[in-house]
């Protein structure tokens, strides 16, 4: 509903642009302020409170979803821009197939459930423990034939040490004849394991 929306505001601002300036056509004509801006991402996105209370139904949603629902409508507004076609379509009841949940202030998964926001508690079917050390960031639920399935993001934060270079640098060469040749002068013959097995 918010993506379908979303994309009205963009077709009509489309629209209200299209029409030629001597003359307006016979059947209809698109008319909004000349002032008016294009409905970008942020503006869409702030104006999701206001779209709550003329559309109560739009409370029952996660706001996050809501929100991917529009990142997901700009990306493909983007990528028309970017391509010259393929503009984006409405979407029929049930056409999406996933839902994005970007983030989460404690972990949301146990062993037996996943709690998301709004839904509540999900009986689920933990395919592989989460590790310890690592937090759940994103959790993106998928319908797939008859099931759904969640992919889950995990994180950690890992110390990677950042050593100084240090001791003798040296080139490795590997040939036919030499089996190695190094930057020092070292040569190393073929090893020839199978012949000495022989």
Known sequence: ?????ALREIKDW????KCLIDRCSLEKEYILPAVLRFPNEVNQLNNLPEAKKDFPKLSEIPSQVLQQA??????GWEYFQRIGFGFP???KYGQFKSLLFPQFRENPVTNLHIKLPKIGMIPINLHRPIPNGFVVKQVRIMR????CYASLNIQ?????????PHGHPI???IGLEKFLATSD?????PPKFFKKLL
């Open 1 to 5: 509903m918010a993506y379908n929306y």
């Open 14 to 17: 489309c629209d209200s642009r």
């Open 70 to 75: 529009i990142k997901q409508l700009h990306r």
């Open 89 to 91: 379509r409405f979407k």
């Open 144 to 147: 797939k034939a008859d099931r």
């Open 156 to 164: 950690c934060h890992v110390s990677i040490p950042d050593p100084d």
């Open 171 to 173: 080139g490795v060469d």
């Open 185 to 189: 002068g070292t040569l190393v013959k």
